[in-house]
């Protein structure tokens, strides 16, 4: 199974660039050679390259009314509607949909909870705190997928 990593984010405006941070780390690791990470940074377009993939986890911050720093697992059919709030300009969910139309893959949305989306270059300590859970659950969810 092809697995497509794609950390979204801005690192200009702190905690928004909290998937971009997870992507970097992920990065160093040792990961099997079917992932892909991707640093997709603010850009919508990045999506499109990943339709060939058979299932994409996307890092982003998400608003959803938890305490900074909640690491929220979320599939597409959860973040319906307005439930998911990205912190960008396009919808994640429509950039998402867009995206895979010719092969829908299957999406694991892994938002987290920020505390400042103001300019600055590092993350908050509650979200910089939050990101070992989140590269945990990647690496959970890739062994998950070596079994299927």
């Known amino acids: 199974m092809r697995t497509a990593i794609v950390g979204v ?4 405006m702190r905690d928004d660039g909290v998937g971009v941070h997870v992507a970097r780390e992920l990065t160093s690791l040792d990961l099997p050679e079917s992932v892909e990470v991707t640093d ?13 993939a058979d299932r994409i986890i996307v890092v982003d911050a998400a608003r959803l009314g ?7 697992r979320l599939t597409v ?3 319906t509607g307005d439930k998911l709030r990205s912190c960008h300009d396009m919808g994640l969910i429509q950039t998402l949909r867009t995206a895979s139309v010719a ?7 892994l938002g987290v ?14 979200v910089a705190a ?7 659950i990647v690496q959970e969810e890739l062994k998950g997928s070596q079994c299927s």
């Open 77 to 79: 059919d959860d973040a």
């Open 9 to 12: 984010g801005n690192i200009l």
């Open 130 to 136: 939050s990101v070992p859970r989140v590269i945990e």
């Open 40 to 52: 997709a940074g603010t850009s919508p377009d990045a999506a499109f390259a990943l339709t060939s």
């Open 103 to 109: 092969v829908p893959p299957k999406i694991l949305i």
């Open 113 to 126: 909870e920020p505390a400042s989306v103001d300019w600055g270059l590092e993350l908050t300590a509650e």
């Open 66 to 72: 938890g305490s900074p720093g909640t690491v929220y």
